[in-house]
């Protein structure tokens, strides 16, 4: 970031523009402070973060209090996503800035491993083989591929490297693990962070995963559980759930959160984030989606359906920073 008091301006005396004179003046330079942020990366493993903040009860700047906290009820979350916008912005902003480096971004490369195929019913997506879309499936990528890929990715700038299937869940897939276990590891051995998102898994596929060299598991629970059986009947929200606690038993990290344009109304975005925020551990990261509709599914061809626009996805992107900081 570069900050000056001032900046040398200069405009022509007389000088009009569009009928707007503009008078002459000069500011002398002033010196030019750069201000670059040094801290070091917080660690991305939850449990080795939250240990951090075991010890204290909040933390102040601005006028803002904030606390890693679990206990929150539908009611104070919903007084935080109906704050006035510019106060929720400056909440959110300031107690981002209490607990992370605001002038750091990481970047990340997701590569769908196998497309296509799935056999949910997820009303808003194009892979399901319920829906007649313009995706056709494809098998699972090579190993040696997704190596080739993720190398790119590395050299391109990524740290992270997040792999996705299109499929319910892992199952008896015994030849497609082990060959996405090969992946992870050799993801891992390039210095990257590696995440999945594979369909529901059980404790003994997430434990070696994480012997794998996992360091992610990505699994989102989409909406509210009220409205959650309106968009996917095939998998309950409890399965979900599952996953996440056998990912986070198995020492992963958890990635996890929701779409929006699904037909949900206020309170189904206020109760998705109560779910994450009063889970035993908050997510490590809360990807908040807006629907891109598909033509074919259910919810591509609803007219009733609304879009999403920069005034849905900004409550629901600053709230969980302020509840899950």
């Known amino acids: 970031m570069i900050s000056s008091s001032s900046r040398l301006l200069r405009a022509s005396s007389g000088l009009l523009r569009r009928g707007v004179a503009v008078r002459a003046f000069s500011v002398a330079p002033q010196k030019v402070v ?30 803002v209090t904030a606390s890693v906290r679990h206990d929150w009820t539908k009611e104070d979350i919903a007084k935080i996503y ?29 590569l769908s491993i196998k497309t296509g195929g799935c056999t949910e019913d997820c009303s808003y997506c194009s892979q399901s083989t319920r829906h007649k879309t313009h995706v056709k499936p494809t098998p699972t990528m090579k190993v040696q591929e997704v190596l080739e890929a993720a190398r790119n990715a590395k050299d391109a700038g990524s740290t992270r490297f997040c792999m ?43 434990k070696q995963l994480k012997e794998a060299g996992l360091t992610a598991y990505n699994h989102n629970l989409d909406t509210s559980p009220e409205h959650y059986p309106k968009v996917i009947t095939t998998r309950t929200y409890e399965d979900r759930l599952e996953t996440i606690a056998n990912v986070r038993d198995a020492g992963i990290s958890v990635c996890c959160g929701g779409i929006l344009g699904l037909g949900e109304k206020d309170t189904d975005r206020v109760s998705l984030l109560h779910v994450l925020a009063t889970l035993p551990e908050h997510p490590e990261s809360v990807p ?13 061809d609803a007219d009733e359906i609304a879009n999403v626009d920069a005034f849905d996805m900004a409550p629901l992107i600053s709230t969980p920073r302020i509840v899950m900081p």
């Open 164 to 206: 996705g299937a299109a499929w319910r869940e892992l199952g008896n897939k015994k030849n497609a693990f082990n060959h996405i276990l090969e992946m992870v590891k050799g993801v891992n051995g390039m210095g990257l962070e590696v995440c999945c998102t594979l369909g529901m898994l059980n404790g003994e596929q997430a």
């Open 34 to 63: 750069v201000d670059t942020y040094t801290a070091p990366r917080l660690p991305n493993d939850v449990h080795d973060r939250n240990a951090l903040y075991e010890e204290e009860e909040s933390r102040a700047m601005g006028g």
């Open 288 to 300: 908040i989606n807006a629907l891109v509709s598909v033509e074919g599914t259910p919810l591509g």
């Open 82 to 110: 109906d704050l006035p916008f510019y106060e929720l912005m400056y909440r959110a902003s300031t107690t981002h800035r209490m607990y992370w480096n605001p002038a750091e971004v990481q970047q990340c490369t997701l």
